[in-house]
């Protein structure tokens, strides 16, 4: 047998280095005082699978922010953002929401999580009460339950309800032209990918009643090969196809689907294709895929919004993402907010982001609108249309309607007990 | 198990009568932590402090309780990150659908836990090394995807929402920033204890020979399968306590603390802190963090700078800070070599 250290030396030493430790590390932790300008914080994800989320959020931001500071700042406080780091972890988006407030001396937040991330900085700005502007989720039931309502947070984002009900009746017009009745789906396999292609489906059969759905596929999120799932498909013999893939899943999707010819079998719903993360990284981009608006800088087809895209281009030399966009509207309802409320009080801004609505380059009609009742963003540019395989990637978008949008969400709140 | 350890108890006087000597001393050590600890707050308004030490507390014990599996039995586990996602979405789901007591909540999280831990233990301690290793790896998958795809009861992949209620109980409010900090330092302090206790007990000296030569250890009697199933279990309830705290720290849970790289961070702290000594994932935990936490302040190319960390102390040290520390001093005082068992 081995002789038994003796104890006290592993003691002395832990104590000793945790003592030193401590006091390296405690000076960053003496909270600093509060400087004449405003400090924003923003926990996203900036390394991983999804990066492009955080980077993009962070170039949309940074682009108005640039903007509001060279007019005058918040009331007159020049703006600093203090963008981390969440790796994607929800534990990690809490402590770094946390410590943006706690610390570092943030009063306002932009949550640029997605997913559980931004549920988890939600219950931060539940507990803390901080003013805080959800910039990429997109799951409806963050703020369509009334369980997560409160006062302090609001949503600058698209959502899967508007984006489901403006893409069935799109896709139930096209069926009844053309008398696509056989569907199939295929769907990343997590909540996002399963509510989205149901209420989809929900919408597109209520629109167009004889539709069918003969085949399903749920690969899983990140899958690198997607054969068994195109052969599936392509057995199945369906004249149609719904997919939300989105990013490099659709794009590796849709560069295997081409070896089988998958495009000139049947016509093929991706809501998530008209966003230049996916049109410029598709090998070859099939023409006559149908897709809902992401970001594309010609639609809508203002002046404003084209300018706003090549502002982007030029300043980041890549073309602005769905995200981008989202982060831009929530540093516009910001300014706006602060205006109104001539005040940086996060109560103040609060009460005047309730109900406002600004001009804004992603309007739909040329404006926003911060719905009062469950404070998010409604009136942003919602369509759909066919990709062609060069710029202007979707020549044609037909908008969505916010009257028929509105009512079937309260309908679908309904459904879900929201109301 | 009481038989078992009787019979060791006679076998290895010395030790016995050495761990007496001890345990007053690591209880007055535990107190005086504790009460540091608790004090903390009286001399630092930082919150942020407060918060470095609550995720302490959870990753230490989760990250203690795996060295007891890995550094005093030598089962490699991947998978034991599943027991800490359990306790976050056992208490979780027990505090939002029942509104019971916060201490029956806790009670009923490490019930389950045993539960679920006994069976799943109960199959996979039979295997060894690099088999051990994949099977808890693939429970702990399969405990994720459950987790996932079991939607109306755990919300999917977006997690337990609408925050996890807090009643008060003898006067803690875990709502409370102090309330909650006081109560994370408490649990990590008993936990601590409690895992000191079991390491320097003769059934913690049964671990070991098991860990250095489990036939040996089968040819005087005892039964290995049982005593790998006990720490097994008992490891998983301190990893569930981890849980637990990281639930009321996030005030939810997510799939993300079921996942594998849960567990890849605690074999992570390990080596970090070294698993030759009690308190070496303590080390790692604090090394860990703090790490994450200043380097994500500064970069967000966090994980190059953690992979030069990983291998400084892979490929430089060869061992965890604490082995590294230990090892010095004990070649300073007597001049030559001595490890721990």
Redesign the interface.
Known sequence: ?????K?G??????LA??GA?AVT??T????RAQAKTIKIGMPTI??GRVAQLGTSSRNGVMLEVEKVNAAGGLAGRQIEMVI??S?G????A???A??LV??DGCELLFDGEA??GS??V??VA??LGVLCIHTCSE?S?LTA?P??HIPNAFRSVRQGIHDSIVGGSYAAAISKAKGLKKWATCSPD???G?DTTGEFTLYLKRFAPDVEIISESWPKLFQPDYTEVVTKILQAKPQALYSCLWGGDLTSYIDQANIYAMFSAMEVFAVNMADYTALTVVKNLPKGIHSGNRYIKTYPATAENAAWGDAYKAKYNEYPTNWSWQNATAVMLLSEAVKKANSTDGKKIADALRGLTIKCPFGADGTVTMRAEDQTLVGYAIGWGTTIPQEPYVPEVKAGDWKTIFELEAEWKKSKGYT | MTELQAGQAAAVPRIETQSQRTRYRDLLIALAAFVVLASLPMFFGSKALLDFVIRCSAFGLFATSLNLLVGYTGMISFGHGMFFGLGAYGFGLIMQRTGVPVPVAFVATLVITTVVATAIGAICVRLKEIYFAFVTLAFQMLIHSTILSWASLTGGDQGLRGGIKRPVFLGIDLSNHVHLYITSCALLVIGLLLMRQIAQSPFGYTLRMIRDNANRASFIGIDVWRAKLTIFVLAALFASTGGIIMALFVSGAYPEFAYWTISGEGIFINMLGGVTTFLGPMVGTVLLLTLNDTVTRLTEYYGIVLGIVILFFAVGLRKGLMDFVVEWFAQRRDGAGERAP
């Open positions: 047998m081995t002789r038994t250290r104890p030396v592993s003691r002395r030493a832990t280095m945790m430790g590390f405690a960053p932790w003496v909270a900036l390394s981390r780091d790796k972890q929800p534990q990690e809490a402590r770094v946390r410590e706690n610390t997913s559980s549920f988890a939600h219950e539940r507990d799951a039931s339950d369980k997560q997590y909540a996002y399963r």
